[in-house]
Every structure is written in structure tokens, then in C-alpha cells.
């Protein structure tokens, strides 16, 4: 009779003391970092005349507490009053502004520059990113016509593409989008974004993301891409030597291939962790404000991700603190 020997699963220890002090000095750190970094796009108050508008620098601030906290516009008015009385804002906005202002196209720019912002500190520490999208549900219906003329609603969601970095998850680059198109169209614009910030060493992404160009773009920059090759997929390289390179690599030295390829589980680490912080849903009812609020998600977990860094790496953050 045979006996098998089960196979022990790895473990990895946790660094309790180092766990404890992020996790109790997170909220207080993430207030400090968050005020710091929005002053820093130096957003300029425009008055053109009439009743005084709030200050945008103030507003972006009061969202991101807002979606920090996982709460409605009503009840995130004591943790406004707490940043109102640490100076962070300079006055506190009835909660149907919160709600008004979620939905202003002019914040998604200073979105964008701010998770990047965040990001800056960590660019000697990574060089290996992975790219992937998620879904996140809204509280929205669509109508979607069935082949046999039978209507049925499907719930709307909205999704997110991004780029984190293999080994803290802090994210780079991204992009919210209504989820009618292929992932693999934004790759091209994600890799550029990233690239101008941080040196890349290799991109690795699942076979929804494998094309000539993509492989084209991430050599042209100087980045090897490791793209899940599918079954059956032609060498012929027409024109690409960066296609031909991988999947010389992918057929002959299949264990360095996969090696460097299943690092891309660390970008699934990153939807993990923004959705079990910040929710897999968004409050949002138009679609302007859905796509500020992901965003206000991605610049939650990149505050989040360096106050851990802070603790666990030693970074000095410098101007964030």
C-alpha cells in the first residue's frame, strides 16, 4: 500500500509589533499625508465673482476622508470636524456639497496627480509591476438586450485598470473606465505612464493583455514583458522581435518564464486590499462621480500602503510627514 506524504503548506510569519503600530497609527498618519500631498498640486482658488465656492484643495480632502472611512456624506461629518480641528481644511461643507462635488469633472485630473504623487516615494524600491483591471458594482441597473428579444436587468459596474508594483502594491498608473472595452487597449497608456516615474524592469500580465504591440511598447521602453502566452499561439513574430523574445523564453525556459509571470498574483493583492478597505462598490449614482470615487479609492490604499511602508520599510517620506 502506497502512502502519500501531504505536502505543507507555506506559511508566512507576521510581523506583530511592526502590524500593531500601522494599524493604530494609520488614520491619524493617513490625515497628515493626505493633507500634505494635496497641498502639494498647489491647486489655485479661482473666485470669479458672486457667492465664495468652497477650495477645491479642501474638497478633494473631505472626499478622500469621506471614502477613507467607508461612510455616507452625513455620517462623515465628525471626521470632517476632526480634520477641521487639526487645520487640515479650513471649513467643514454641508454633506450635499460632498455629494454635488464627487461629481465634478475638474477633480479627476487632481485625482490622478495626487495617487501619483503618493506613489514617488517608493521609486527606489520598485521595478517590477503588473497590470490587471476590476470591477466594481454600483447601485445602477442597465437594460441588456438578450439574442432572443427577452430584456432583462444587469446590474452596472464600473472598472478599474491599474498598475501596482509587485512588491509593496503601491499603484502607478490608472484608469476608470465603463468596462465596454478590452483590457488589453489600455496597456499601451498604463506602461508609458508608469515608466515616466520609475525605472521598469518587467511588466507581467494575464493572456487578456498579450499582443504584438503590448510586447512592442514594453521593449521600446526598455521593459521585458512576461504575457501569458495562450494555447496554440503562433512564434511568428511579424515585424515584433520583443514577441518573438518572449515567447522564445515562454517555450524554452518555461520555469523562468513562470517564475517571473506569476508575480502578476501581486496586482490581485491590490484589488484585495482596496476592496476589503474601501468597499467593492461604489455610492455614486452619475458616472463622473463613480470614476472619482474609484479613484478616491486608489488614493486611499496608496496613503495606506506608505504609511505601512513607513513602519515596515523605513522609508522617509520627507515632505508627506
Known amino acids: 500500500m502506497q502512502i502519500y506524504q501531504l505536502k505543507k503548506k ?19 498618519m493617513f490625515l497628515k499625508i493626505l493633507n500634505n500631498a494635496v497641498d502639494a498640486l498647489e491647486i ?30 452625513r455620517r462623515t461629518n465628525y471626521e470632517l470636524q476632526v480634520a477641521y480641528g487639526m487645520e487640515y481644511i479650513k471649513c467643514l461643507p454641508h454633506f450635499n456639497t460632498l455629494i454635488n462635488h464627487m461629481g465634478n469633472p475638474e477633480m479627476t485630473q487632481h485625482l490622478h496627480r495626487l495617487y501619483k504623487i503618493l ?34 436587468q444587469v446590474k452596472d459596474f464600473k472598472k478599474l485598470h491599474i498598475i501596482s ?19 488589453s487597449v489600455f496597456f499601451p497608456d498604463l506602461v508609458r505612464q508608469t515608466s515616466m516615474n520609475f525605472k521598469m524592469k518587467l511588466i507581467s500580465a494575464d493572456a487578456g493583455y498579450l499582443s504584438r504591440q503590448n510586447c512592442n511598447v514594453a521593449d521600446d521602453l526598455g521593459i521585458v514583458p512576461y504575457i501569458l502566452p495562450r494555447e496554440g499561439v503562433t512564434t511568428k513574430g511579424k515585424g515584433s522581435l520583443a514577441w518573438r523574445k518572449m515567447l522564445y523564453l515562454w517555450e ?14 501581486n496586482v490581485e493583492s491590490t484589488f484585495s486590499m482596496i476592496k476589503r478597505k474601501y468597499l467593492p462598490y461604489v455610492r455614486s449614482k452619475s458616472d463622473i462621480a463613480q470614476f472619482n470615487e474609484i479613484l478616491c479609492k486608489v488614493v486611499c490604499h496608496n496613503a495606506s500602503v506608505l504609511v505601512n ?13
Open 252 to 265: 524554452t525556459y518555461r520555469p523562468v518564464f513562470e517564475k517571473y509571470y506569476h508575480m502578476r498574483s
Open 165 to 183: 508594483g509587485v512588491r509593496t502594491n503601491i499603484i502607478t498608473a490608472a484608469r476608470v473606465t465603463a468596462g465596454k472595452k478590452h483590457d
Open 10 to 28: 507555506k506559511t508566512y510569519s507576521q510581523n506583530w509589533p511592526v502590524y500593531n503600530k500601522y494599524q493604530t497609527e494609520e488614520k491619524m
Open 44 to 73: 489655485p482658488y479661482q473666485y470669479a465673482g458672486g457667492r465664495p465656492h468652497y477650495d477645491l484643495s479642501d474638497l478633494i480632502k473631505c472626499l478622500n476622508i469621506k471614502v477613507f472611512n467607508c461612510f455616507s456624506s
Open 309 to 321: 511602508c513607513v513602519f515596515e520599510l523605513g522609508i522617509d517620506l520627507k515632505n508627506l510627514l
Open 119 to 152: 506613489a514617488m516615494p517608493l521609486v527606489d524600491i520598485e521595478n517590477n509591476f503588473a497590470i490587471d483591471a476590476t470591477g466594481f458594482s454600483t447601485f445602477n441597473k442597465n437594460r441588456w438586450i438578450h439574442a432572443k428579444l427577452d430584456w432583462k
